[in-house]
């Protein structure tokens, strides 16, 4: 995996795993797909994490509640870039060859995680992802949060297919549940 440099590299490594109806067409099923994952990832799995970490835990997050966050994180990207490819982004060739580093550099970190993640429901409910901005939008408050835990983007990217790689190993890509 040591060759994830850039957003086309990653896409290229998950392509495998992209098991949803009628991956890779572009049709609404898939675009539909893609975009009601993205929602799910964002606003139900991260936020959940960061709500139970206020619940349970005066708002810092355990050891444990972080794998989990990265993990969540990790499959927010995953939706995002499969959301470029069902769309066709007419810009898209613009991002495939950008470094994950170069994306995380665009990131200014003094925005609260609040602050990045309240137009994310709109965003993601409106979007029909040929707006550029709303692809830029999103990798741009992934990688806000993601740096304010440490990581990168490069590294949601490393833990993402890591963990696909591992599912598909054990036959549990599809399923529910992170830890199947």
Do not use: C
Not at 50 to 55: L, N
Not at 62 to 67: F, V
Not at 91 to 114: D, F, M, T
Request: proline share 2%; no cysteine; aromatic share 8%.
């Amino acid at each position: 995996m040591s060759h994830l440099h850039t957003l086309g590299e990653y896409r290229d490594a998950i392509e495998q795993f992209a098991i949803y109806p009628e991956a890779g067409t572009g049709s609404h099923r898939a675009r539909r797909h893609v975009t009601l994952g993205l929602y799910s990832e964002l606003i139900g799995a991260v936020a959940a994490d960061y709500q139970k970490a206020e619940r349970d835990d005066a708002g810092d997050f355990t050891p444990d509640r972080l794998i989990d966050l990265q993990r969540q994180m990790g499959d927010a990207l995953w939706y995002i870039t499969r959301s470029i490819v069902e769309f066709d982004t007419h810009n898209a060739g613009l991002i495939w060859g950008k470094s994950l580093a170069e994306l995380q550099k665009s990131v200014h970190v003094e925005r609260s995680v609040i602050e990045a993640f309240m137009p994310v429901p709109r965003a993601v409910v409106q979007t029909d992802f040929t707006q550029w901005g709303d692809v830029l939008a999103l990798l741009h408050l992934l990688g806000i949060t993601a740096a304010r835990h440490g990581w990168s983007i490069q590294d949601l990217a490393f833990a993402n297919v890591a963990k696909l790689k591992d599912r598909a190993e054990r036959g549990v890509l599809q399923g529910a549940g992170e830890y199947r």
